[in-house]
């Protein structure tokens, strides 16, 4: 079986692919306000394109892709992407990642098309408060989760970026409504990605006191979560609630990343926190080979760096979370 190195001899077996750099939210740590500098449609990946570059990384070992954005399912007939990639040879996991607010719409089509895990952002349970950092509607996001449990998705995870003075008063209250349907919770820290996450930086809270936080009202022991991503899972005991830990910043996971993220216009990102990137549209578009494809996917993959250093140079990167993909 054909599989992926970086030059640090960490396996790569996960493309985050964002599908848009649009959202229907405006989520302040994110995208600004008015903000309207999207990528032109004519520079977006088309499906087809789409489908070649994930083949050719399901072929050199990848076996999980994540759809994200923006927000995914602004992108029209993302349903019918979703199945292509679904039924790649090589592709065992195909999961989405979205703010739910159109879900309630395609969350059965999305089911039968191949998608079998989501992960919904939800960073307030307080319909004002969820307006204030998000712009938008929380009665939307709760009947795209309530449709996705209907129609067979499991896990459901939430995300939940922990903010101090934003929304960390809600953290236990999220415990429980996580608790009472049956999701996974994951917790996020704020990262100074572009210029809304440096300013989001000033609400900035290491994730260990926020478990100090539960530990005073949950027994927490050590918990495990399939899937490919950097959550560290402790368990609420006689509960089968995992909680899950994203700390970029207080405990980063640099050492055991697994993962590259694909732009919607075909810009390959090696790091999140670095500006290591390679463009594939001029290749697809100048009719390179699949031979080809796959060594300058190889290639970028060397250029991978060791670790982000957000700590060190938390101004290095300028562009937004949307626009590198989620």
Known sequence: MAELHDRFQRRIEYVRLSVTDRCDLRCFYCLPRGYRDFEAPDHWLGF??????????ARLGVRRVRLTGGEPLVRRGITDLAR??????????LSLSTNATRLARQAGALRRAGVRRINVSLDSLDPA????????????????????????????????????????HEVNDMVDFC???GFTLRFIET???GETGRRA???????DQVRERLARQFELIPGLMPGGGPA?????????????FITPLSQHFCATCNRVRLSVDGTLYLCLGQDHAVPLR??????????????????????????????????????????TGG
């Open 282 to 323: 001029p290749l697809l578009r100048a009719g390179a080979t699949d031979t080809e494809l796959e060594a300058a996917i190889r290639q970028a993959v060397a250029l991978k760096p060791e670790r982000h250093e957000f700590g060190e140079q938390p101004g290095r990167i300028v562009r937004f979370m949307a626009q």
């Open 232 to 244: 560290r899972y402790l368990q609420v005991a006689g509960t089968d609630l995992r909680i899950g």
């Open 179 to 181: 608790l009472r349907h």
């Open 48 to 57: 087809d394109e789409i489908e070649r570059v994930i083949a050719a990384f």
């Open 84 to 93: 292509r990639l679904a039924a790649l040879p090589g592709i065992e996991d």
């Open 191 to 193: 990262m100074p990605v």
């Open 129 to 168: 408060n969820f307006r204030r950092i998000t712009g938008g509607k929380l009665d939307k996001v709760l009947a795209g989760l309530m449709a996705a449990r209907q129609a067979g998705f499991h896990p459901i995870k939430i995300n939940m970026v922990v903010m101090r003075g934003v929304n960390d």
């Open 201 to 207: 930086a000033s609400h900035y809270l290491p994730l």
